[in-house]
């Protein structure tokens, strides 16, 4: 069974920065892509951010230029270093691998 364990969502002031870790576990991590979806209040759940098991990667044009999705393989573990936070990047942000859901992490930007 895959299960999904995302942290590191925080308050953080506009510009600043978060990096969000998704722990995967289950005999999976290597051999799929996954991807970070968000989802503000009142709004439909988007993908943020996708990355295949080869390292390829590929952002919503929103985030380009300011986040950064990466993966240790060896520690079942995807990331996403987050920059110049904004307002509007305020939402619960998730982690998905063969369509398993994590909890979700709140990130809420606001001076």
């Known amino acids: 069974q895959v299960r999904l364990v995302e942290s590191g969502g925080d308050l953080v002031q506009p510009g600043g920065s978060l990096r969000l870790s998704c722990a995967v576990s289950g005999n999976i991590f290597s051999y799929a892509g996954m991807a970070w979806y968000r989802q503000a209040p009142g709004k439909q759940r988007e993908l943020v951010a996708q990355i295949t098991r080869t390292g390829s990667t590929t952002y919503a044009d929103s985030v380009k230029g300011r986040f950064t999705i990466s993966r240790d393989n060896a520690k079942n573990t995807a990331y996403l270093q987050m920059n110049n936070l904004k307002p509007d990047d305020t939402a619960t942000y998730y982690c998905?691998?063969?369509?398993?859901w994590g909890q979700g992490t709140q990130v809420t930007v606001s001076s």
């Open positions: 998905n691998i063969v369509n398993t």
